[in-house]
């Protein structure tokens, strides 16, 4: 799913990121018909298009221009981006393909998983259907809200105090603990953990809309040099398709990222000795 959140839409050239194959040959044409009112992407076999249109959180409603190998099936769909803004607002979704379905029928659409997809399109369709996708994708993110509800989400901070107790006993906790950064800026993270050999352990919870937080946070407390500290992102796997593999990813290239599920003694220690 792709979300970008653009601030401007005026004019835009397009430029191909590589030689163009027949499929590729197709979609420089229909970009190059588009890019002079709306911005265009090259998202190697597919084109991203930023629209007017406006989600109620005041993001971008992009689309998805697919075609087949040979150019043939041209697709517009708004790559599940309606869902995505649900989802980052931390709440949970139980009928989205009915909702989405509805919709969809409505507009001459159809819906696979709650993603908004257009027939099959000859190249001069394209334009107007990058217009019908975006609304209905727009009117699709407020039906969510309502048929949307906060997500429970699971005490990590609490789960990880009762783990160490019982790994290390002894071990001293404390929850909302400031650290400062090399910045001197100074974070809060949600568990602070002295280890016997004076190793601070600083853990937060991973939520989709914090990712953005725990990465400026590590990165900043990370470049410190005067003091032994171990720093992880701990997320209950049962929320990880909502963080995204993405998000992820880039936390684990910063800061130690595991599911509460495999986290253990033996890897805290590895971790601290490593």
Known sequence: MVYRNVSDSGPHEFF??????????????????????????????????ATDCLYFDASSVTVRVSSGPLGQHI?????????????AMGRK?????????????KVGLRSSNGILISPPLPAEDVAAYVGIVANASQS???????????????????EMIRNLDGWFPGIATRRNAEFR??????????????LEDGTVMLLDEVKPKRVNNIL???????????????TWAVFDPAIANDIGAPSLSLLGSVVKTVSIDDINAAMIVS???A
Do not use: C, H
Request: net charge negative; charged share 30%; glycine share 6%.
């Open 16 to 49: 191909p990121s590589r030689p163009p194959s027949e499929r590729g040959s197709l979609l420089i044409s229909i970009a190059n018909e588009i890019s002079g009112e709306r911005r265009v992407w090259d998202d190697g076999d597919s084109l991203i298009i």
């Open 75 to 87: 697709t517009v769909s708004d790559d599940g981006n309606a869902m995505d803004r649900i989802v």
């Open 93 to 105: 979704l139980s009928s989205a393909e009915g909702v989405a379905a509805r919709l969809a029928r």
């Open 140 to 158: 699709l993110a407020l039906a969510l809200q309502d048929v949307s509800a906060p997500r429970a989400y699971r005490d990590l901070t609490r």
């Open 181 to 194: 950064g090399s910045s001197n800026k100074v974070y809060r993270f949600d568990l602070e953990a002295v």
């Open 216 to 230: 400026a946070a590590n990165f900043d407390v990370g470049r410190r040099e005067d003091e032994r500290f171990s």
């Open 271 to 273: 971790q601290i000795r």
